[in-house]
């Protein structure tokens, strides 16, 4: 999920409470992305259900994900990432 605090966005792992320690104000949002992937984290995509979207539209122009009730990406830090889902809550 991404946590907001004070027009600074973070991301915070969706599994357990980790969170990357960097904040970044919104116009960083894919610098965000990049730097958490390139320390470990999974950011995927949740193809919204009778929605597809194609990937041009995410990275066109900077999207307004928050304040939605449901965020289209899942955020996974490198602890939970190499863990077992026992629960097998991925798709
Ligand atoms: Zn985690």
Redesign the pocket.
Known sequence: MIERHEGRQQIV?D??P?SFPETYADADFRIMIAEAKAKGWRISQVKPEGNPRDTSDLFGAAPRIAGKERQPYTH??P??RFKPQPQGRLM
């Open positions: 792992c599994s357990c980790t996974t830090c602890a939970c």
